[in-house]
């Protein structure tokens, strides 16, 4: 929930109404950092390739309960940190589990509450972390609209010493995302109007870390 990314896979319907999601996400952790983020003044960029495999059950048995694996890496190409600051570095290994459970509050809208837990397994220790989530996302459809509400919270314990920073590093992070969907629109069938905006809030204890980042989008969607 108020993730960007793209995902290509393969979905199995079962017939004791278990949902089965393979997929692969090749943007989800690609893209730019700096080199050495740490550095004052003229810094530069280097990309990040990343790769992440996912597994979803969705609705086990008809149960309303669901569950989500992923794995995942992140290479940083130029990893510009200095040698005596290799605590930091941030090559690493991702596992990630969620599980959720759906209930309807009524015909066309319910809940869905989830806990989730991810260890991100770093070259650097200090980078190394693990990290505790929650989340409830509300979902009502009326007609042709489609609303959905997410607020979740996850603590980040990290393991290792920051050397750059002389102490260990936590965050507590918040995020609210808002979704609408507009079904058939102009009465073109499987085309749909869709549009959302969010704030994720982290609070480190370290200054340096702590960071807001807001999203808003339009577009269309076409569902075959």
Do not use: C
């Amino acid at each position: 929930m108020g993730d960007l990314a793209f995902e290509i896979g393969y979905q199995y319907d079962m017939l004791n109404g278990t949902q089965v999601d393979v997929a692969y996400l090749p943007t989800v952790l690609s893209g730019e950092v700096w080199q050495d983020p740490y550095l004052e003044g003229n810094r530069r960029t280097t990309d990040v390739d990343g790769h992440a495999f996912r597994l979803k059950l969705s609705n086990i048995v008809g149960s309303g309960f669901s569950v989500d694996m992923a794995y995942a890496t992140k290479e940083v190409d130029e990893e510009g940190i200095k040698i005596e600051h290799q605590d930091l570095h941030r090559d690493s290994d991702m596992y990630y589990l969620k599980g959720s459970y759906l209930t309807h509050i009524a015909p066309n809208m319910g809940l869905i509450t989830s806990v989730g837990y991810l260890h991100n397994d770093a070259e650097g220790k200090a980078e190394t972390y693990d990290q505790y989530e929650m989340e409830v996302t509300y979902f009502a459809n009326f007609a042709a609209h489609t609303f959905a509400l997410t607020s979740s919270y996850a603590y980040r314990d990290f393991d290792g010493h920051n050397s750059y920073y002389d102490k260990t590093r936590s965050e507590n992070r918040h995020k609210f995302f808002a979704s609408y969907e507009y079904a058939n629109i102009a009465g073109l069938e499987n085309w749909n109007f869709v549009s959302f905006a969010g704030v994720n809030v982290n609070d480190s204890n370290i200054d340096f870390y702590s960071n807001e980042e807001y999203i808003a989008s339009v577009g269309v969607s076409y569902k075959f």
